[in-house]
Protein backbone atom coordinates (compact mmCIF):
# COMPACT_ATOMS: atom_id res chain seq x y z
CA UNK A 1 0.00 0.00 0.00
CA UNK A 2 1.15 3.65 -0.47
CA UNK A 3 2.56 4.49 2.58
CA UNK A 4 0.20 7.43 3.03
CA UNK A 5 -2.67 8.77 1.02
CA UNK A 6 -1.20 11.90 0.22
CA UNK A 7 0.99 9.61 -2.51
CA UNK A 8 -2.01 11.19 -4.74
CA UNK A 9 -1.81 13.91 -6.90
CA UNK A 10 -2.94 16.50 -4.83
CA UNK A 11 -4.14 19.22 -7.41
CA UNK A 12 -4.65 21.66 -4.58
CA UNK A 13 -1.22 21.94 -4.30
CA UNK A 14 -1.11 22.47 -8.52
CA UNK A 15 0.64 19.21 -9.19
CA UNK A 16 0.18 17.72 -12.34
CA UNK A 17 0.35 13.64 -12.82
CA UNK A 18 3.31 14.15 -15.15
CA UNK A 19 4.92 15.25 -11.77
CA UNK A 20 3.94 12.51 -9.70
CA UNK A 21 4.81 10.27 -12.55
CA UNK A 22 8.44 11.63 -12.56
CA UNK A 23 8.27 11.09 -8.88
CA UNK A 24 7.16 7.50 -9.35
CA UNK A 25 9.86 6.02 -11.57
CA UNK A 26 7.70 2.72 -12.50
CA UNK A 27 9.95 -0.54 -12.98
CA UNK A 28 9.79 -2.35 -16.09
CA UNK A 29 10.38 -5.78 -14.34
CA UNK A 30 6.66 -6.34 -12.88
CA UNK A 31 6.40 -9.19 -11.30
CA UNK A 32 3.65 -11.99 -11.89
CA UNK A 33 1.83 -11.01 -8.47
CA UNK A 34 1.72 -7.33 -9.18
CA UNK A 35 -2.22 -6.81 -9.02
CA UNK A 36 -1.50 -4.77 -12.84
CA UNK A 37 -0.14 -8.25 -13.74
CA UNK A 38 -2.84 -10.27 -12.85
CA UNK A 39 -5.69 -7.59 -14.47
CA UNK A 40 -4.09 -7.85 -17.70
CA UNK A 41 -3.24 -11.17 -17.21
CA UNK A 42 -6.61 -12.28 -15.93
CA UNK A 43 -9.02 -10.50 -18.21
CA UNK A 44 -7.94 -10.75 -21.56
CA UNK A 45 -10.06 -13.88 -22.43
CA UNK A 46 -13.02 -10.96 -21.40
CA UNK A 47 -11.11 -8.62 -23.14
CA UNK A 48 -11.09 -11.03 -26.44
CA UNK A 49 -14.60 -11.32 -26.15
CA UNK A 50 -15.48 -7.13 -25.85
CA UNK A 51 -13.47 -7.10 -28.95
CA UNK A 52 -14.98 -9.87 -30.79
CA UNK A 53 -18.17 -8.55 -29.88
CA UNK A 54 -20.80 -7.40 -32.88
CA UNK A 55 -21.26 -4.10 -31.48
CA UNK A 56 -17.85 -3.62 -31.30
CA UNK A 57 -16.84 -5.01 -34.51
CA UNK A 58 -19.28 -3.29 -36.64
CA UNK A 59 -18.36 0.17 -34.53
CA UNK A 60 -14.55 -0.53 -35.75
CA UNK A 61 -15.58 -0.92 -39.45
CA UNK A 62 -17.37 2.61 -38.91
CA UNK A 63 -20.82 0.62 -39.19
CA UNK A 64 -23.01 3.21 -36.45
CA UNK A 65 -26.14 4.45 -36.70
CA UNK A 66 -26.37 7.92 -35.48
CA UNK A 67 -29.03 7.29 -33.31
CA UNK A 68 -27.23 3.95 -31.77
CA UNK A 69 -24.28 6.49 -31.01
CA UNK A 70 -26.16 8.82 -29.28
CA UNK A 71 -27.59 5.69 -27.23
CA UNK A 72 -23.85 4.55 -26.07
CA UNK A 73 -23.51 7.85 -25.26
CA UNK A 74 -26.62 7.74 -22.88
CA UNK A 75 -25.39 4.36 -21.52
CA UNK A 76 -21.71 5.63 -20.89
CA UNK A 77 -23.29 8.66 -19.16
CA UNK A 78 -24.78 6.64 -16.37
CA UNK A 79 -22.43 4.47 -16.18
CA UNK A 80 -19.45 7.21 -15.01
CA UNK A 81 -22.04 9.06 -13.36
CA UNK A 82 -22.26 5.55 -11.05
CA UNK A 83 -18.54 5.17 -10.94
CA UNK A 84 -17.75 8.83 -10.50
CA UNK A 85 -19.78 9.27 -7.67
CA UNK A 86 -18.72 6.43 -6.01
CA UNK A 87 -15.05 7.29 -6.32
CA UNK A 88 -15.88 10.54 -4.84
CA UNK A 89 -17.57 9.23 -1.60
CA UNK A 90 -14.49 6.29 -1.63
CA UNK A 91 -11.67 9.08 -2.42
CA UNK A 92 -10.55 9.27 1.54
CA UNK A 93 -10.95 5.21 1.21
CA UNK A 94 -6.82 3.65 1.54
CA UNK A 95 -8.41 1.32 -0.88
CA UNK A 96 -8.74 3.73 -3.90
CA UNK A 97 -7.08 6.83 -3.06
CA UNK A 98 -3.84 6.57 -4.53
CA UNK A 99 -6.38 6.10 -7.70
CA UNK A 100 -8.02 8.90 -7.61
CA UNK A 101 -7.55 11.15 -10.44
CA UNK A 102 -10.58 13.36 -11.10
CA UNK A 103 -8.87 15.91 -12.99
CA UNK A 104 -7.33 13.17 -15.61
CA UNK A 105 -9.86 10.78 -15.97
CA UNK A 106 -13.29 11.76 -14.96
CA UNK A 107 -15.71 11.32 -17.85
CA UNK A 108 -18.97 13.00 -16.51
CA UNK A 109 -19.04 16.63 -17.90
CA UNK A 110 -17.23 15.52 -21.55
CA UNK A 111 -20.64 13.20 -21.77
CA UNK A 112 -22.94 15.48 -20.73
CA UNK A 113 -21.36 17.86 -23.00
CA UNK A 114 -21.41 15.53 -25.71
CA UNK A 115 -25.76 14.28 -24.84
CA UNK A 116 -26.21 18.29 -24.78
CA UNK A 117 -24.61 18.16 -28.98
CA UNK A 118 -26.80 15.42 -30.01
CA UNK A 119 -29.71 15.64 -27.70
CA UNK A 120 -29.89 19.46 -27.44
CA UNK A 121 -29.91 21.37 -23.91
CA UNK A 122 -32.68 19.38 -22.68
CA UNK A 123 -31.18 16.36 -22.95
CA UNK A 124 -31.57 14.77 -19.01
CA UNK A 125 -35.53 14.57 -20.16
CA UNK A 126 -34.54 12.50 -23.10
CA UNK A 127 -32.63 10.30 -22.30
CA UNK A 128 -32.86 7.17 -20.06
CA UNK A 129 -31.10 4.35 -18.39
CA UNK A 130 -31.54 1.33 -20.50
CA UNK A 131 -32.20 -2.23 -18.67
CA UNK A 132 -28.48 -3.47 -19.21
CA UNK A 133 -26.71 -0.24 -18.16
CA UNK A 134 -29.07 -0.17 -15.21
CA UNK A 135 -27.53 -3.63 -13.73
CA UNK A 136 -23.96 -2.02 -14.44
CA UNK A 137 -25.08 0.90 -12.73
CA UNK A 138 -26.68 -0.70 -9.75
CA UNK A 139 -22.96 -3.13 -9.54
CA UNK A 140 -21.25 -0.53 -9.13
CA UNK A 141 -23.07 1.38 -6.63
CA UNK A 142 -23.31 -1.88 -4.53
CA UNK A 143 -19.71 -2.37 -4.54
CA UNK A 144 -19.20 1.55 -4.02
CA UNK A 145 -21.26 1.58 -0.63
CA UNK A 146 -20.11 -2.15 0.60
CA UNK A 147 -17.23 -3.50 -1.21
CA UNK A 148 -14.87 -0.65 -1.81
CA UNK A 149 -11.94 -2.53 -2.26
CA UNK A 150 -13.54 -3.90 -5.81
CA UNK A 151 -14.23 -0.31 -7.08
CA UNK A 152 -10.80 -0.51 -8.18
CA UNK A 153 -11.86 -3.32 -10.69
CA UNK A 154 -14.10 -0.82 -12.20
CA UNK A 155 -12.12 1.91 -12.53
CA UNK A 156 -9.33 -0.03 -14.22
CA UNK A 157 -11.65 -1.93 -16.77
CA UNK A 158 -12.88 1.69 -17.76
CA UNK A 159 -10.54 4.20 -17.60
CA UNK A 160 -7.64 2.01 -18.58
CA UNK A 161 -9.54 0.86 -21.91
CA UNK A 162 -10.56 4.53 -22.57
CA UNK A 163 -7.14 5.21 -22.46
CA UNK A 164 -5.57 2.83 -24.79
CA UNK A 165 -8.37 2.27 -27.91
CA UNK A 166 -10.16 6.06 -27.08
CA UNK A 167 -8.43 7.92 -29.99
CA UNK A 168 -8.99 5.05 -32.79
CA UNK A 169 -12.46 5.39 -31.59
CA UNK A 170 -12.75 8.82 -31.43
CA UNK A 171 -11.72 9.02 -35.40
CA UNK A 172 -13.88 6.20 -36.49
CA UNK A 173 -17.09 8.09 -34.90
CA UNK A 174 -16.22 11.23 -36.28
CA UNK A 175 -15.50 9.76 -39.78
CA UNK A 176 -19.51 7.61 -39.66
CA UNK A 177 -21.01 9.92 -38.38
CA UNK A 178 -19.60 13.24 -39.91
CA UNK A 179 -19.26 14.92 -36.92
CA UNK A 180 -17.17 17.89 -36.92
CA UNK A 181 -13.54 18.40 -36.77
CA UNK A 182 -13.78 20.57 -33.36
CA UNK A 183 -14.58 17.36 -31.14
CA UNK A 184 -18.12 18.27 -30.54
CA UNK A 185 -20.05 14.88 -29.92
CA UNK A 186 -16.83 13.30 -28.87
CA UNK A 187 -15.72 14.71 -25.89
CA UNK A 188 -15.68 11.41 -23.95
CA UNK A 189 -12.89 9.73 -26.18
CA UNK A 190 -10.62 13.49 -25.02
CA UNK A 191 -8.95 13.25 -22.10
CA UNK A 192 -7.80 17.15 -22.23
CA UNK A 193 -5.82 16.64 -18.71
CA UNK A 194 -3.15 13.73 -19.97
CA UNK A 195 -0.46 14.40 -22.68
CA UNK A 196 0.54 11.05 -22.88
CA UNK A 197 -1.98 8.03 -22.65
CA UNK A 198 1.27 5.86 -22.38
CA UNK A 199 2.71 7.52 -19.33
CA UNK A 200 -0.45 7.96 -17.61
CA UNK A 201 -1.51 4.04 -17.56
CA UNK A 202 2.36 3.27 -16.47
CA UNK A 203 1.67 5.78 -13.43
CA UNK A 204 -2.06 3.81 -12.92
CA UNK A 205 -0.43 0.72 -12.91
CA UNK A 206 2.30 1.64 -10.69
CA UNK A 207 -0.41 2.89 -8.41
CA UNK A 208 -2.51 -0.40 -8.58
CA UNK A 209 0.99 -2.22 -7.66
CA UNK A 210 1.49 0.11 -4.81
CA UNK A 211 -2.18 -1.24 -2.83
CA UNK A 212 -1.73 -3.47 0.31
CA UNK A 213 -3.68 -5.98 -0.90
CA UNK A 214 -3.75 -9.69 0.82
CA UNK A 215 -3.77 -12.27 -2.12
CA UNK A 216 -7.27 -12.81 -1.89
CA UNK A 217 -8.48 -9.59 -1.86
CA UNK A 218 -6.31 -9.07 -5.67
CA UNK A 219 -8.00 -12.21 -6.81
CA UNK A 220 -11.39 -10.61 -5.82
CA UNK A 221 -10.71 -7.39 -7.76
CA UNK A 222 -9.86 -9.74 -10.76
CA UNK A 223 -13.24 -11.56 -10.57
CA UNK A 224 -15.07 -8.23 -10.00
CA UNK A 225 -12.91 -6.73 -13.35
CA UNK A 226 -14.48 -9.57 -15.37
CA UNK A 227 -17.41 -9.02 -14.25
CA UNK A 228 -16.94 -5.55 -15.19
CA UNK A 229 -16.24 -6.64 -18.70
CA UNK A 230 -19.34 -8.85 -19.15
CA UNK A 231 -21.65 -5.91 -17.97
CA UNK A 232 -20.19 -3.72 -21.12
CA UNK A 233 -20.50 -6.79 -23.45
CA UNK A 234 -24.20 -6.76 -21.83
CA UNK A 235 -24.34 -3.22 -23.09
CA UNK A 236 -23.21 -3.61 -26.23
CA UNK A 237 -25.59 -6.35 -26.90
CA UNK A 238 -28.52 -4.76 -26.09
CA UNK A 239 -26.94 -1.75 -28.25
CA UNK A 240 -26.71 -4.59 -30.99
CA UNK A 241 -30.30 -5.43 -30.66
CA UNK A 242 -31.72 -1.96 -30.75
CA UNK A 243 -29.58 -1.15 -34.17
CA UNK A 244 -30.99 -4.35 -35.71
CA UNK A 245 -34.47 -2.43 -35.09
CA UNK A 246 -33.35 0.84 -36.39
CA UNK A 247 -33.26 1.61 -40.53
CA UNK A 248 -29.60 3.07 -42.44
CA UNK A 249 -32.54 5.68 -42.52
CA UNK A 250 -33.27 6.88 -38.88
CA UNK A 251 -32.91 10.17 -38.48
CA UNK A 252 -32.37 12.22 -35.43
CA UNK A 253 -35.64 12.21 -33.54
CA UNK A 254 -37.07 9.87 -35.59
CA UNK A 255 -39.02 6.63 -34.56
CA UNK A 256 -37.02 3.78 -35.60
CA UNK A 257 -38.84 1.64 -38.08
CA UNK A 258 -37.58 -2.37 -37.20
CA UNK A 259 -36.27 -3.61 -40.59
CA UNK A 260 -38.09 -7.29 -40.13
CA UNK A 261 -34.80 -8.29 -37.76
CA UNK A 262 -35.44 -9.22 -34.44
CA UNK A 263 -38.38 -9.54 -32.31
CA UNK A 264 -41.34 -7.20 -34.16
CA UNK A 265 -42.85 -6.98 -30.78
CA UNK A 266 -40.66 -4.38 -29.73
CA UNK A 267 -41.22 -2.22 -32.48
CA UNK A 268 -42.73 0.90 -30.84
CA UNK A 269 -45.69 1.17 -33.39
CA UNK A 270 -46.29 -2.62 -32.70
CA UNK A 271 -46.79 -1.88 -29.03
CA UNK A 272 -48.91 0.94 -29.83
CA UNK A 273 -51.61 -1.55 -31.82
CA UNK A 274 -54.86 -1.29 -30.13
CA UNK A 275 -55.49 -4.87 -28.25
CA UNK A 276 -57.15 -7.17 -29.73
CA UNK A 277 -56.64 -5.67 -33.55
CA UNK A 278 -55.74 -8.67 -36.00
CA UNK A 279 -52.73 -7.91 -37.82
CA UNK A 280 -49.49 -8.04 -36.20
CA UNK A 281 -47.68 -6.43 -38.68
CA UNK A 282 -46.50 -3.10 -37.98
CA UNK A 283 -47.68 -0.61 -40.48
CA UNK A 284 -44.68 1.41 -40.96
CA UNK A 285 -42.63 -2.18 -41.55
CA UNK A 286 -45.45 -2.85 -44.10
CA UNK A 287 -45.47 0.45 -46.12
CA UNK A 288 -41.48 0.39 -46.00
CA UNK A 289 -41.52 -2.92 -47.74
CA UNK A 290 -44.15 -2.76 -49.93
CA UNK A 291 -42.35 0.63 -51.10
CA UNK A 292 -39.31 -1.82 -51.93
CA UNK A 293 -41.42 -3.66 -54.59
CA UNK A 294 -39.93 -1.85 -58.34
CA UNK A 295 -43.75 -2.61 -59.61
CA UNK A 296 -45.36 -0.35 -56.86
CA UNK A 297 -42.53 2.08 -57.43
CA UNK A 298 -43.83 2.20 -60.92
CA UNK A 299 -47.39 2.63 -59.79
CA UNK A 300 -46.50 5.41 -57.87
CA UNK A 301 -44.51 7.62 -60.24
CA UNK A 302 -46.88 7.45 -62.71
CA UNK A 303 -49.55 8.58 -60.23
CA UNK A 304 -47.06 11.20 -59.08
CA UNK A 305 -46.13 12.11 -62.89
CA UNK A 306 -50.25 12.13 -63.85
CA UNK A 307 -50.82 14.17 -60.77
CA UNK A 308 -48.03 16.50 -61.60
CA UNK A 309 -49.78 16.89 -65.22
CA UNK A 310 -53.26 17.73 -64.28
CA UNK A 311 -51.80 20.30 -61.79
CA UNK A 312 -49.41 21.63 -65.10
CA UNK A 313 -52.86 21.41 -67.23
CA UNK A 314 -55.00 23.39 -64.05
CA UNK A 315 -52.41 26.13 -63.97
CA UNK A 316 -52.04 26.69 -68.08
C1 LIG B 1 -12.73 -1.64 -29.77
C2 LIG B 1 -12.15 -2.78 -29.39
C3 LIG B 1 -10.93 -2.74 -28.54
C4 LIG B 1 -9.65 -2.64 -28.95
C5 LIG B 1 -9.16 -2.57 -30.38
C6 LIG B 1 -8.84 -2.60 -27.77
C7 LIG B 1 -7.48 -2.51 -27.78
C8 LIG B 1 -6.69 -2.46 -26.69
C9 LIG B 1 -5.25 -2.41 -26.69
C10 LIG B 1 -4.37 -2.38 -27.94
C11 LIG B 1 -4.83 -2.39 -25.42
C12 LIG B 1 -3.37 -2.40 -24.94
C13 LIG B 1 -2.93 -1.01 -24.61
C14 LIG B 1 -1.61 -0.96 -23.85
O1 LIG B 1 -1.10 -1.97 -23.39
O2 LIG B 1 -1.11 0.15 -23.68
C15 LIG B 1 -6.01 -2.43 -24.60
C16 LIG B 1 -5.99 -2.40 -23.25
C17 LIG B 1 -7.12 -2.42 -22.47
N1 LIG B 1 -8.43 -2.48 -22.90
FE1 LIG B 1 -9.03 -2.61 -24.75
N2 LIG B 1 -9.64 -2.68 -26.68
C18 LIG B 1 -10.93 -2.76 -27.10
C19 LIG B 1 -12.06 -2.86 -26.34
C20 LIG B 1 -12.07 -2.80 -24.98
C21 LIG B 1 -13.24 -2.85 -24.16
C22 LIG B 1 -14.67 -2.99 -24.70
C23 LIG B 1 -12.84 -2.77 -22.87
C24 LIG B 1 -13.64 -2.77 -21.62
C25 LIG B 1 -14.83 -2.21 -21.50
C26 LIG B 1 -11.39 -2.65 -22.88
C27 LIG B 1 -10.60 -2.55 -21.77
C28 LIG B 1 -9.23 -2.50 -21.80
C29 LIG B 1 -8.40 -2.46 -20.60
C30 LIG B 1 -8.87 -2.46 -19.18
C31 LIG B 1 -7.08 -2.40 -21.04
C32 LIG B 1 -5.82 -2.33 -20.18
C33 LIG B 1 -5.12 -3.68 -20.15
C34 LIG B 1 -3.88 -3.56 -19.29
O3 LIG B 1 -2.86 -3.08 -19.75
O4 LIG B 1 -3.96 -3.96 -18.14
N3 LIG B 1 -10.98 -2.68 -24.17
N4 LIG B 1 -7.11 -2.47 -25.39
Known amino acids: MPSDVTDAPDESEGLSYEDVAEEEEEEDNVSPTDLSELLKEGTKESHDRAENTQFVKDF ?3 RIKRELFKLGTAALYFTYSALEEEMERN ?5 FTP ?35 RRYVDRIRHVGQHEPELLVAHAYT ?32 SFENISSAQQFKQLYRA ?41 EEAQEGA ?3 H ?19 QSSVCPWHLAAAALKQPSLQL ?18
Not at 91 to 95: F, I, L, T
Not at 113 to 118: E, G, N, S, V
Not at 211 to 232: H, M, P, S, W, Y
Not at 299 to 316: M, R, T
Open 207 to 247: RLNALDLDKGTKERIVQEANKAFEFNMQVFEELDKIGALLT
Open 158 to 189: RYMGDLSGGQVLKKVAQRALKLPSTGQGVHFY
Open 259 to 277: DGKGDPKKCPYYAAKPAGA
Open 60 to 62: LKG
Open 99 to 133: LYFPLELHRKEALEKDLAYFYGEDWPEKVQCSEAT
Open 299 to 316: VLAACIALAAGVAAWYVL
Open 91 to 95: KDEPV
Open 255 to 257: LPI
